[in-house]
């Protein structure tokens, strides 16, 4: 049955235009199966019977003949039975006879043209080879296209040709194309004979290199998947398991003549190449010892990017934001980003001074932010190009997070008005886990950016390392097949078909909002900077590049031959150019001051004064009203919407919330509840992300209910609070810190009137997003006046849990503050506190009760400027019946406390302490409970220290004179070498002027955070508390 089906086609033959509309609609089954079968050298459209409307009923007799011969016509079961069997449809046909008595006896009688199933066979098995042939051309062409400008490495790292593939004497020659051409046709691959080559075969609903033209000789067809698959372009797509993507791209390359210029395009596309080559020039003969990792070998880069964002802004996109590497970087600003060209020039300028505060970056690390009319489109449009450090692809989830960010303020559901591009370097994408990451992040909802064109800068080569020794993939670019983002790999010294390429890119992400990868296989003219020698590495590759032609030069050449520009236009081109480069630098002379705010990515208006100080040096209370504080714990303690059932064991958790509350009382998550909810009251969104954080690791969040009965049907009450609060959102993430953290903190990067949370699963797993806490959230002000508020949440505590689940590494945190130690600040400086924290790089604090870590959160946003705020949160204290704080530390007029002091007997008669214990955090529950036991209430004194850094130095010089007999002591439960004691040490002793020791209390110095045996970790604890309560302890140290 399903070799007659196949006569349907001939019948009926599609044109590629129609399959465009219909492939994606139902059809019958017998419907499917048109493409594969012979069509002759006598057109279709030759026979006067199966035009118009008469096709119609020709099918529909077709179909009827198909479930049961015998229910047509004698004439039509011959007529079918001979077509079937191969001859063209007006030689199939045969007159029926007149009637006559005799006549219905002839007519059974009569026989069809040909014995029918012998060639039936032989016609379904050559549909079928060219059907394999269309799709191997489909699959494998990028494999045998010309993609390498240098005409020296295969960008596949493999210069063999895929078996199933014919390809042209462009890349065999005339000897082996032909020894290729009879494997594949002759008894081989194929079953084709060379004669079939002049044969007329229909084409499947899978190609469109017809055209209009739904049949075509072999040879023909060979050479149209050639031109589409086999030249400049390598389109890499059929592992997409979407039908009509697949069609989509199908159709974008495979159309014939559809990758045409106009005129104008092309002189704008020279134009643009004259910007990006004369700008590396130009930089080149001013400062030809400086780095500046310019953009010689891919200066197509320039034109390309311009395209995305021509026709992004065509599509309705009026912000683009952008991540890139050093290469290529001021280039982007001035001839994309429209950086003022003075701006860059001074850069180079080694008598510069920097006017802002903190150490700046190198000229090629910095970001931008202009707003201006796209010139092609007529339209207003965003760019911003993110600050970066060195380490590659770092930036990525960070532009992604802004991206996300930049949607959700301006209600962008789909991507529609915000993108992002992202540009890489080739040993970078294939190297760095983050890119990865980052693509799993793509299509998450709480995560997606509908969308991202990222574009390589295939320079075959990293730093001087071959490609074929730095990735074991084809191609540097295969990491986003896991995404099922198409690919689009093009030859760099083919202008026409980067634009070309870059424009289907952009219309991709328009209509499918996803993922594209434009691959420019391109070369590096120069060394891994300008100072480099690239000799030493890749001397047969750097040989070909010293012969290579410019691009611009060949461009030129070709628009010069073809009469769309002549010399004379060409040249003037260049030299408005460079006068416009020489104009630029005689300004940049005139620039004596650095302002590295020039250089900011994510401004944030009105948020600053015009200079960009903080509009004042005070904070406000950061407590709340009775009723607030009410009405927050009574939502979380419900579930506020209707017919939706919760866990039993949920029930029971709501129902302690609602008797702390009754009580007046707080545990941890209540404490978070409640600022989050009063924030979210003042307008202030709320994000909080991470491994599991909707509930919480440690089962005491809840923030989203689930339904028990019911699939994917959720609640989050903390989204019922008021009419008219800002929204919450909530999100487990992937398993990915680098990325995830990442993401958050470009996030925050956005607005300053957002709290974004990430929260470790256990804090030291923040260890393999380091990356981002070194090079971004640690200097990130520093280096490019660049404020972020964002907030880790790492859960900290030695608890016998091992070595993996204890500590968050807060030693880290705390060598990386910028402060002092040795230096005792002016303690009598007008709000003291509110100008440690505006001087620091960030904040460390590891709170000991629900009520401080309240204010915290709350004092993040009421600060009149935003600081990355790093919080060591408890596990145990989670649960713990003394971590709990009553309304009355909360209320208004309250505040986060830096010191807890000493509140017990010790503190009525301070003169009789002996000694004054300094800690942080959990260890405080261990030592009064060790105090009370021993009865030492009125011998020893606990300070607590909730705020690490910026240092207390104040608040705790107030205890220290206050206890003038006790000695000092530092306690804590990490070991010696690690948590608090380097950081605090120090600074107390700066604090007392160094008039007494301070002693330490705690584990020895090791390797591991914390031991793997339960009983050595109670030991150890143990060990502890008997050092920090024997008052003889450091008598022999004396």
Same mark, same amino acid.
């Given at each position: 049955?399903?070799?007659?089906?196949?006569?349907?086609?001939?019948?009926?033959?599609?044109?590629?235009?129609?399959?465009?509309?219909?492939?994606?609609?139902?059809?019958?089954?017998?419907?499917?199966?048109?493409?594969?079968?012979?069509?002759?050298?006598?057109?279709?459209?030759?026979?006067?019977?199966?035009?118009?409307?008469?096709?119609?009923?020709?099918?529909?007799?077709?179909?009827?003949?198909?479930?049961?011969?015998?229910?047509?016509?004698?004439?039509?079961?011959?007529?079918?039975?001979?077509?079937?069997?191969?001859?063209?449809?007006?030689?199939?046909?045969?007159?029926?006879?007149?009637?006559?008595?005799?006549?219905?006896?002839?007519?059974?009688?009569?026989?069809?043209?040909?014995?029918?199933?012998?060639?039936?066979?032989?016609?379904?098995?050559?549909?079928?080879?060219?059907?394999?042939?269309?799709?191997?051309?489909?699959?494998?062409?990028?494999?045998?296209?010309?993609?390498?400008?240098?005409?020296?490495?295969?960008?596949?790292?493999?210069?063999?040709?895929?078996?199933?593939?014919?390809?042209?004497?462009?890349?065999?020659?005339?000897?082996?194309?032909?020894?290729?051409?009879?494997?594949?046709?002759?008894?081989?691959?194929?079953?084709?004979?060379?004669?079939?080559?002049?044969?007329?075969?229909?084409?499947?609903?899978?190609?469109?290199?017809?055209?209009?033209?739904?049949?075509?000789?072999?040879?023909?067809?060979?050479?149209?998947?050639?031109?589409?698959?086999?030249?400049?372009?390598?389109?890499?797509?059929?592992?997409?398991?979407?039908?009509?993507?697949?069609?989509?791209?199908?159709?974008?390359?495979?159309?014939?003549?559809?990758?045409?210029?106009?005129?104008?395009?092309?002189?704008?596309?020279?134009?643009?190449?004259?910007?990006?080559?004369?700008?590396?020039?130009?930089?080149?003969?001013?400062?030809?010892?400086?780095?500046?990792?310019?953009?010689?070998?891919?200066?197509?880069?320039?034109?390309?990017?311009?395209?995305?964002?021509?026709?992004?802004?065509?599509?309705?996109?009026?912000?683009?934001?952008?991540?890139?590497?050093?290469?290529?970087?001021?280039?982007?600003?001035?001839?994309?980003?429209?950086?003022?060209?003075?701006?860059?020039?001074?850069?180079?300028?080694?008598?510069?001074?920097?006017?802002?505060?903190?150490?700046?970056?190198?000229?090629?690390?910095?970001?931008?932010?202009?707003?201006?009319?796209?010139?092609?489109?007529?339209?207003?449009?965003?760019?911003?190009?993110?600050?970066?450090?060195?380490?590659?692809?770092?930036?990525?989830?960070?532009?992604?997070?802004?991206?996300?960010?930049?949607?959700?303020?301006?209600?962008?559901?789909?991507?529609?008005?915000?993108?992002?591009?992202?540009?890489?370097?080739?040993?970078?994408?294939?190297?760095?886990?983050?890119?990865?990451?980052?693509?799993?992040?793509?299509?998450?909802?709480?995560?997606?950016?509908?969308?991202?064109?990222?574009?390589?800068?295939?320079?075959?080569?990293?730093?001087?390392?071959?490609?074929?020794?730095?990735?074991?993939?084809?191609?540097?670019?295969?990491?986003?097949?896991?995404?099922?983002?198409?690919?689009?790999?093009?030859?760099?010294?083919?202008?026409?078909?980067?634009?070309?390429?870059?424009?289907?890119?952009?219309?991709?992400?328009?209509?499918?909002?996803?993922?594209?990868?434009?691959?420019?296989?391109?070369?590096?003219?120069?060394?891994?900077?300008?100072?480099?020698?690239?000799?030493?590495?890749?001397?047969?590759?750097?040989?070909?590049?010293?012969?290579?032609?410019?691009?611009?030069?060949?461009?030129?050449?070709?628009?010069?031959?073809?009469?769309?520009?002549?010399?004379?236009?060409?040249?003037?081109?260049?030299?408005?150019?460079?006068?416009?480069?020489?104009?630029?630098?005689?300004?940049?002379?005139?620039?004596?001051?650095?302002?590295?705010?020039?250089?900011?990515?994510?401004?944030?208006?009105?948020?600053?004064?015009?200079?960009?100080?903080?509009?004042?040096?005070?904070?406000?209370?950061?407590?709340?009203?009775?009723?607030?504080?009410?009405?927050?714990?009574?939502?979380?303690?419900?579930?506020?919407?209707?017919?939706?059932?919760?866990?039993?064991?949920?029930?029971?958790?709501?129902?302690?919330?609602?008797?702390?509350?009754?009580?007046?009382?707080?545990?941890?998550?209540?404490?978070?509840?409640?600022?989050?909810?009063?924030?979210?009251?003042?307008?202030?969104?709320?994000?909080?992300?991470?491994?599991?954080?909707?509930?919480?690791?440690?089962?005491?969040?809840?923030?989203?209910?689930?339904?028990?009965?019911?699939?994917?049907?959720?609640?989050?009450?903390?989204?019922?609070?008021?009419?008219?609060?800002?929204?919450?959102?909530?999100?487990?993430?992937?398993?990915?810190?680098?990325?995830?953290?990442?993401?958050?903190?470009?996030?925050?990067?956005?607005?300053?009137?957002?709290?974004?949370?990430?929260?470790?699963?256990?804090?030291?797993?923040?260890?393999?997003?380091?990356?981002?806490?070194?090079?971004?959230?640690?200097? /990130?002000? *520093?280096?490019?006046?660049?404020? =972020?508020?964002?907030? +880790? &949440?790492?859960?900290? %505590?030695?608890?016998?849990?091992?070595?993996?689940?204890?500590?968050?590494?807060?030693?880290?945190?705390?060598?990386?503050?910028?402060?002092?130690?040795?230096?005792?600040?002016?303690?009598?400086?007008?709000?003291?506190?509110?100008?440690?924290?505006?001087?620091?790089?960030?904040?460390?604090?590891?709170?000991?009760?629900?009520?401080?870590?309240?204010?915290?959160?709350?004092?993040?946003?009421?600060?009149?400027?935003?600081?990355?705020?790093?919080?060591?949160?408890?596990?145990?204290?989670?649960?713990?019946?003394?971590?709990?704080?009553?309304?009355?530390?909360?209320?208004?007029?309250?505040?986060?406390?830096?010191?807890?002091?000493?509140? /017990?007997? *010790?503190?009525?008669?301070?003169? =009789?302490?002996?000694? +004054? &214990?300094?800690?942080? %955090?959990?260890?405080?529950?261990?030592?009064?409970?060790?105090?009370?036991?021993?009865?030492?209430?009125?011998?020893?004194?606990?300070?607590?220290?909730?705020?690490?850094?910026?240092?207390?130095?104040?608040?705790?010089?107030?205890?220290?004179?206050?206890?003038?007999?006790?000695?000092?002591?530092?306690?804590?439960?990490?070991?010696?070498?690690?948590?608090?004691?380097?950081?605090?040490?120090?600074?107390?002793?700066?604090?007392?002027?160094?008039?007494?020791?301070?002693?330490?209390?705690?584990?020895?110095?090791?390797?591991?955070?914390?031991?793997?045996?339960?009983?050595?970790?109670?030991?150890?604890?143990?060990?502890?508390?008997?050092?920090?309560?024997?008052?003889?302890?450091?008598? =022999?140290?004396?």
């Amino acid at each position: 049955m399903f070799h007659l089906r196949t006569c349907a086609a001939k019948l009926r033959p599609l044109t590629a235009s129609q399959t465009v509309k219909t492939f994606s609609q139902n059809r019958p089954a017998a419907a499917r199966t048109l493409g594969q079968i012979r069509c002759f050298t006598a057109p279709v459209a030759a026979e006067p019977f199966l035009s118009g409307t008469s096709s119609n009923y020709v099918e529909e007799m077709y179909y009827a003949w198909l479930e049961n011969p015998k229910s047509v016509h004698k004439s039509w079961d011959i007529f079918f039975r001979n077509t079937n069997a191969g001859a063209p449809p007006g030689t199939a046909y045969q007159s029926p006879l007149p009637l006559s008595p005799g006549s219905l006896s002839a007519m059974a009688r009569a026989q069809p043209l040909v014995d029918a199933q012998p060639n039936v066979d032989k016609l379904v098995e050559d549909h079928l080879a060219v059907q394999s042939l269309i799709r191997a051309y489909q699959i494998r062409g990028h494999h045998v296209a010309q993609l390498d400008p240098l005409g020296i490495l295969d960008a596949d790292l493999d210069s063999s040709v895929p078996a199933d593939i014919i390809s042209s004497t462009d890349k065999l020659d005339l000897a082996v194309f032909k020894e290729r051409l009879r494997m594949l046709t002759v008894g081989g691959f194929y079953g084709l004979d060379e004669s079939d080559l002049d044969k007329v075969f229909h084409l499947p609903t899978t190609t469109f290199i017809g055209g209009q033209e739904s049949a075509l000789p072999l040879r023909e067809i060979i050479r149209r998947l050639e031109m589409a698959y086999c030249q400049h372009i390598g389109v890499e797509f059929m592992f997409i398991n979407d039908l009509e993507q697949c069609q989509w791209i199908r159709q974008k390359f495979e159309t014939p003549g559809i990758m045409q210029f106009t005129n104008e395009e092309k002189r704008t596309l020279l134009a643009r190449l004259v910007r990006s080559t004369r700008f590396e020039d130009f930089l080149q003969r001013k400062w030809s010892s400086e780095k500046r990792f310019g953009l010689e070998g891919c200066e197509v880069l320039i034109p390309a990017l311009k395209t995305i964002i021509d026709k992004s802004s065509e599509n309705g996109v009026d912000y683009v934001i952008m991540g890139m590497p050093h290469r290529g970087r001021l280039n982007v600003l001035a001839n994309v980003i429209r950086k003022e060209l003075e701006q860059i020039f001074c850069q180079f300028d080694s008598k510069l001074e920097a006017a802002d505060e903190g150490s700046g970056d190198v000229k090629y690390h910095l970001g931008m932010y202009h707003r201006r009319i796209n010139r092609v489109t007529d339209r207003n449009i965003t760019l911003s190009l993110v600050a970066n450090p060195s380490h590659l692809e770092a930036a990525d989830p960070v532009v992604m997070g802004k991206t996300k960010a930049e949607q959700f303020y301006c209600g962008d559901t789909e991507g529609k008005k915000v993108m992002s591009i992202l540009l890489h370097g080739d040993a970078a994408f294939a190297g760095q886990g983050i890119v990865y990451e980052t693509f799993h992040l793509s299509d998450l909802p709480s995560y997606t950016t509908h969308g991202t064109v990222h574009v390589v800068v295939n320079n075959q080569i990293g730093f001087t390392t071959d490609p074929r020794m730095a990735r074991s993939s084809p191609y540097p670019t295969d990491v986003a097949r896991v995404v099922n983002a198409p690919i689009f790999h093009v030859n760099s010294d083919d202008p026409e078909a980067v634009m070309y390429v870059c424009k289907v890119a952009a219309e991709w992400r328009s209509t499918f909002h996803k993922d594209v990868v434009v691959d420019l296989v391109c070369y590096r003219r120069n060394g891994h900077n300008e100072m480099d020698e690239p000799m030493f590495t890749q001397p047969l590759m750097y040989k070909q590049i010293r012969k290579q032609k410019p691009v611009l030069q060949k461009y030129a050449e070709l628009l010069v031959s073809q009469g769309v520009v002549d010399q004379p236009e060409y040249e003037e081109e260049i030299s408005k150019y460079d006068r416009i480069c020489e104009e630029a630098f005689a300004r940049s002379k005139d620039e004596k001051i650095l302002h590295i705010k020039h250089w900011l990515d994510s401004p944030w208006p009105g948020f600053f004064t015009l200079d960009g100080q903080p509009r004042s040096m005070t904070c406000p209370s950061t407590g709340l009203t009775e009723d607030i504080l009410t009405h927050i714990g009574n939502v979380a303690s419900s579930v506020p919407v209707e017919n939706f059932t919760i866990h039993g064991g949920l029930s029971r958790i709501l129902k302690t919330r609602g008797e702390l509350v009754k009580n007046r009382t707080v545990d941890w998550a209540l404490a978070e509840y409640m600022a989050f909810g009063s924030l979210l009251k003042e307008g202030i969104h709320i994000r909080l992300s991470g491994q599991d954080v909707e509930r919480g690791t440690f089962s005491h969040r809840h923030h989203v209910l689930h339904d028990q009965n019911v699939d994917k049907k959720t609640c989050i009450p903390m989204n019922h609070l008021w009419p008219n609060q800002a929204p919450y959102t909530v999100c487990n993430s992937s398993l990915s810190e680098y990325g995830v953290l990442g993401f958050e903190l470009g996030f925050a990067m956005a607005s300053p009137n957002a709290l974004v949370l990430w929260e470790a699963q256990f804090g030291d797993f923040h260890n393999t997003a380091q990356c981002i806490i070194d090079q971004f959230i640690c200097p /990130g002000q *520093a280096k490019w006046v660049r404020q =972020n508020g964002i907030v +880790l &949440l790492l859960p900290h %505590g030695m608890e016998g849990m091992g070595p993996e689940h204890s500590s968050a590494r807060p030693e880290r945190f705390l060598q990386m503050c910028n402060d002092d130690p040795d230096v005792l600040p002016n303690l009598e400086e007008a709000n003291f506190d509110i100008n440690q924290l505006y001087d620091c790089n960030w904040v460390v604090v590891n709170c000991s009760t629900p009520g401080n870590f309240f204010h915290v959160l709350r004092r993040q946003i009421l600060l009149p400027f935003r600081k990355p705020l790093i919080i060591f949160t408890p596990k145990s204290l989670l649960r713990h019946p003394e971590a709990r704080t009553s309304f009355d530390e909360m209320l208004s007029g309250t505040h986060f406390q830096r010191v807890i002091p000493e509140d /017990g007997l *010790a503190a009525q008669n301070p003169e =009789n302490v002996k000694r +004054l &214990l300094f800690c942080t %955090g959990k260890v405080y529950y261990d030592l009064t409970r060790e105090r009370k036991a021993r009865g030492m209430a009125e011998q020893v004194a606990i300070t607590r220290i909730e705020q690490l850094s910026p240092f207390p130095f104040d608040l705790l010089l107030r205890e220290v004179q206050k206890y003038p007999n006790a000695e000092l002591a530092w306690c804590q439960e990490e070991h010696k070498n690690q948590g608090y004691y380097d950081y605090v040490k120090p600074r107390l002793r700066t604090t007392i002027s160094r008039a007494k020791p301070v002693w330490y209390a705690g584990r020895d110095p090791a390797a591991a955070p914390a031991t793997g045996n339960k009983k050595t970790h109670l030991t150890e604890l143990q060990r502890l508390l008997d050092t920090a309560f024997d008052l003889d302890a450091f008598k =022999n140290f004396s």
